[in-house]
């Protein structure tokens, strides 16, 4: 996970709360304007999934709620806070889609926080620890993504820190590396 600084509130959605108070996420009137925001959050995040750090597009995402819109006993008054939206990939089986509904504030270790990349590690076979109620949540040791971050590990582990921050850690057009997260951990562990 890597700490995402959230840009000010773009102008659409401003305008838009303010022409329609009443009016949430789910409403019929925001509907045109979900890919707008989408965009908004992808270049926000660099190109990376909020929670796994997984390369992401518009066609292979979604805005994501940390707090859900919907989480059964209530509905969230959050849907439509900037503050609260991310970009998470859409693998069924891990980060947003995983979480689906499920969250406890107390526990969550979100993107948000600036201090969230200090609550995990990582390991050479690509195994992260850590915060494990997140880890769990949002199935953060699913086998694709062990795979990936052990991939990474290895290109990474006969290189010196120069060459690691030369060649993985610049943007290229505007977006990191995948697995920025990884490749951040493990220049800071040298």
Known sequence: MLHILKNEEPQFLTDF????PK????????AQYRPVLKAELIKEQKGLCAYCCGRITHEKSHNEHIEPRHPGKYVSNRSLDYTNIVASCNT???????KE????????????DENCEEKFTYYANGEIVGDKYTIDLLNLN???LKNA??????QLQ????ETIETYYMNEENGEYQAYYNVIKWFWKTM
């Open 158 to 161: 006969y290189l010196d820190k």
């Open 101 to 112: 509904n499920h969250y406890d504030p107390e526990k969550f270790v979100s993107p948000l």
């Open 149 to 154: 971050r052990k991939s990474v590990m290895r």
């Open 142 to 144: 699913a086998y694709e």
């Open 17 to 20: 709360k303010k022409k329609h």
């Open 92 to 98: 069924s089986e891990t980060c947003g889609n995983k």
């Open 23 to 30: 009016k949430d996420y789910d409403s019929e009137e925001f």
